[in-house]
């Protein structure tokens, strides 16, 4: 069977119900983040910016947590910005990278448009869409990253998924689907990742970038333009990665985040909280030392004195200071007046962030840390080897998804307009209309009550 047949044929009702209830729980995860990030900084310039610039026309999608209409493409560079600003969104081992956070807002973008064009979409056919968005965009990662030479951005990959989704939704011929998988691919943004990490910025891991390749390549498609074959989907020598879709499912080796900080920082932070479980006493007053021995690329976290949301979450110290100190790390311990708190940046420094070897070996399969503490009465207290919490081997509960979307909205949504959140997404299999979840999540009330 060809991707494309698949595509046509599949129907997320034919997935595995543990497959179905992830995509549920990506969703939701996905629209937490969105919401919780929806009022700082990056949200707020690439909601300008796509407002300005890419004006609505034919064809109008509202901004997430907005309301106001703009070219679908301008909606997809802010949508993939505003969920990769706050780094709490799932991920994906072997891709080294995340589908998510492109491909969710990029395809409510696509579909909001659609709806505009008086096609109602139920939700088993966004579901659909979204669940080979997902499937085919990590895919594509897996191949990208184990036959190109550099570690690139998600972006670099995730528009992929965002054409294969599209082409479900808007039933793309395949001659049109095909153009569109080389469009994406070849315009795809293939930024150095490592290079972010060492100099964090807004941009992040590109999903907006991908979000936008991926939209831009199916309207291109659609429009006549030709592209070459993508590679990464139809080459002989990738074929392996491709060859049991339908069969085995990528989505389901995704982990999520409990925290929003970078997803290397994570092992060393579900250390701490074992920690601090099994050593109630530890204050930031009794310890002397905190050794966080770790893989390479963690190491290269650093992140000692941060001058903005980006540095902080693309830091190890500063996030497990601020754990240690605030005894919790949510969006508003990464953002705002917290990235200048004394407290934690004086905690900071006794903080000693090396690479060990063994660790460095097993990563990406594995991706661990372990801490040694000293205390103030020379006392030693050191972790295991430590995976993160919300691995595939340590997953969530249901309860601690629902938990964890309300900690991240609850920043920006009233308790009301999250419950109802919660509830239509965990309704849209049977939904015949994708519109009243569209209309709160693209909403333009961001209202925080006390009742949260």
Known sequence: MSLYEFIQGFQFSDAPKHTQQLV??????IIGVAAGASNNETSQ??????????PAGKLASRLLFDGRSVHPMGAAWAGGFCVDSLDAH?????????????????????????????????GEQFLSALLIAYETGLRAGVALMATAPEYHASGSFSGIGVVCGGAKLLGL?????????????????????MRLVDYPSMLRDAHGAGAYAGINALFMAMAGVTGAPAETVEEDRVASYWQDLGQRWEIDAQYFKPWPVCRWAQPALTAATQLRKAHPSLTPDNIKQVRVETFH???????????????????LAFPLAAYFCRGQVGPSEVTGDAIHAEDIRQFSQKI??????????????????????????????????????????????????????????GVNLSLAHRQSIEQLVANLPSSPSCAPLFNLVL??????????
């Open 443 to 452: 909403s333009e009330e961001n209202s925080f009550d006390e009742g949260k």
């Open 90 to 122: 799932e991920g994906h081992f072997t891709s080294k990278g995340h589908a998510g956070a492109t491909v969710v807002p990029a395809l409510i973008a696509l579909a909001d448009a659609y709806r505009k064009q008086g096609h109602e979409i139920s």
């Open 297 to 315: 690329e963690s190491m290269r976290l650093q992140g000692y004195n941060p001058q903005n949301a980006d540095e902080a979450q693309y830091g």
């Open 45 to 54: 310039r690439l909601r300008t910016y796509a407002h300005e610039h890419y």
């Open 173 to 193: 011929d395949e001659i049109t689907f095909r153009h569109a998988m080389g469009i994406a691919e070849y315009f795809g943004p293939r930024c150095p990742m």
């Open 352 to 409: 000693d962030i090396v690479e060990a070897d063994d660790l460095s070996k097993r990563f990406p399969e594995e991706i661990l840390s372990r801490l040694i503490i000293t205390l103030e009465n020379g006392d030693v207290i050191q972790s295991e080897t430590t995976a993160a919490k919300g691995d595939p081997g340590v997953p969530f509960t249901q309860t601690e998804f629902i938990e964890k979307f309300h900690q991240m909205a």
């Open 24 to 29: 549920l729980n990506s969703l939701l995860d």
